[in-house]
């Protein structure tokens, strides 16, 4: 059984800052990569940022600048650095964990509400 759980949502007014924890747990083969998505009320669930061992850093264009993705390889943890929030981030984000199989393992979300 594997485990995607985040953490560090909540409300915070437009210009402000969050940071969002992930960890995987469980019975989870070799981690490929590990990101972060999110889905705004009547949209698609979008990628925000994503982190693949040893290479690129892939961003959607609309946080490039503002937010940062970072992992601790170690411990199966990723982090996501949201500054300079905008209303339109306003959105639930899920942590993804691919394994080298490409199988993808989802968190349940963790609400952003940025107030303008």
């Known amino acids: 059984q594997v485990q995607v759980m985040e953490s560090g949502g909540g409300l915070v007014q437009a210009g402000g800052s969050l940071r969002l924890s992930c960890v995987a747990s469980?019975?989870?083969?070799?981690?490929?990569?590990m990101g972060w998505y999110r889905q705004a009320p009547g949209k698609q669930r979008e990628l925000v940022a994503i982190?693949?061992?040893?290479?690129?850093?892939n961003y959607a264009d609309s946080v490039k600048g503002r937010f940062t993705i970072s992992r601790d390889g170690a411990k199966n943890t990723v982090y996501l650095q949201m500054n300079s929030l905008k209303s339109e981030d306003t959105a639930v984000y899920y942590c993804n964990a691919r394994d080298v199989r490409l199988m993808n393992y989802w968190g349940k979300g963790t609400l952003v509400t940025v107030s303008s």
């Open positions: 982190m693949p061992n040893g290479g690129s850093t």
């Open positions: 469980g019975s989870i083969f070799q981690i490929f990569a």
